[in-house]
C-alpha cells in the first residue's frame, strides 16, 4: 500500500490516456442583431456635432409680440358670443295695462308653483345659567312626564324579586332552626343567659384593656411587639362579639 495522500500504484496507469474533444455548441446568435447594431450607429450618428447644435434662427420679423401666448377662442366660440347679442326676430310689445292676461296657457319654463309649507314651531327651552346656557325642557326636569306613567307609584319588578328572595331565605332559615331545636341540637338562649354572657364578655375586654394601658410605650423587642398584637387581637374578637350579640335578640347555641 501506498502512504496516505498518494495514489495507489497500478500498472494500468503506465497505459496512455486518449484525449477525448468535446466539441461544444455554436454561440447563440440573435437574428435581430444587426437591425439593432444599424438602429444603434444611426441613434449615434445623429448627435455626433462639434460645437452647439445646429438649430435654424429665428427671423427678426418674427419678434415676440403683447399676447401672443395666450390662448385664443375658436371661430365657432366667437361666433356664437356674437349671435348671442344680434336679434333677427322683432319681440312682440309689451301688453298694455287694459289687456286681459291669457288664461289656460302653459309654458315650457311654468316653474312657479305655489307650495304650502308649515312653519316649523319653535322647541321649548330652559336657560338654567345667567350666562344663557339652555337646554330643551322637556329634559330639564321642570315637565312633569314620570308621573303620566301607567306604571307610576308602583314598585318595580326587581325590587319585588328581591323581596320575595329575601322571604324564601328567612323561611329556609326558620325551617332549619325548627328542625334543629326539635333534634335537640340547638338551645335556645334566654334574656337572662344572653345578658350574663354580654357581661362576662366586657368583663374580659376591661381586663385585657387594663393590661394593654400598662404596655410600655417603647415596644424594642420582639417579645414586646408580640404580647401587644396579641392583646389588641383578643380586644378586637371581644368587640366583635359583644357587637354581635348586641345586635341579635334571640340567640341559639349547639349542645356538644
Known amino acids: 500500500m501506498g502512504e496516505v495522500g498518494h495514489p495507489q500504484e497500478s500498472v494500468f496507469n503506465l497505459l496512455p490516456e486518449e484525449k477525448v474533444n468535446v466539441e461544444k455548441p455554436p454561440r447563440y446568435m440573435s437574428k435581430f442583431r444587426p437591425v439593432v447594431a444599424l438602429e444603434k450607429k444611426l441613434v449615434k450618428d445623429a448627435v455626433k456635432t462639434m460645437g452647439p447644435a445646429k438649430v435654424e434662427v429665428p427671423s427678426p420679423d418674427k419678434y415676440l409680440k403683447k399676447h401672443s401666448k395666450e390662448a385664443k377662442l375658436t371661430d365657432q366660440t366667437q361666433c356664437s358670443k356674437e349671435g348671442r347679442h344680434t336679434c333677427t326676430m322683432k ?26 309649507v308649515v312653519p316649523m314651531k319653535p322647541q321649548p327651552t330652559c336657560v338654567d345659567t345667567h350666562k344663557g346656557h339652555k ?57 337572662e343567659e344572653r345578658q350574663a354572657v354580654l357581661e362576662g364578655l366586657k368583663k374580659n375586654w376591661d381586663e385585657l384593656h387594663h393590661e394593654y394601658q400598662g404596655l410600655s410605650l417603647v415596644t424594642d423587642t420582639l417579645s414586646k411587639k408580640t404580647h401587644k398584637e396579641r392583646l389588641e387581637a383578643a380586644m378586637k374578637q371581644l368587640e366583635n362579639d359583644i357587637s354581635r350579640i348586641e345586635r341579635f335578640k334571640t340567640i341559639y347555641i349547639p349542645n356538644y
Do not use: C, W
Request: a positive charge; hydrophobic letters at 25%; glycine letters at 4%.
Open 91 to 116: 319681440k312682440p310689445p309689451v301688453p298694455l295695462r287694459t289687456d286681459i292676461p291669457p288664461m289656460g296657457i302653459h309654458t315650457k319654463r311654468d316653474f312657479i308653483k305655489t307650495v304650502t
Open 135 to 191: 337646554q330643551l325642557l322637556e329634559n330639564s326636569g321642570l315637565v312633569p312626564k314620570y308621573i303620566r306613567k301607567k306604571d307610576y307609584g308602583e314598585v318595580p319588578e326587581y325590587l319585588q324579586q328581591h323581596k320575595e328572595e329575601e322571604q324564601r331565605a328567612q323561611e329556609a332559615y326558620d325551617n332549619y332552626v325548627k328542625e334543629q331545636r326539635e333534634r335537640g341540637a340547638m338551645k335556645h338562649l334566654s334574656d
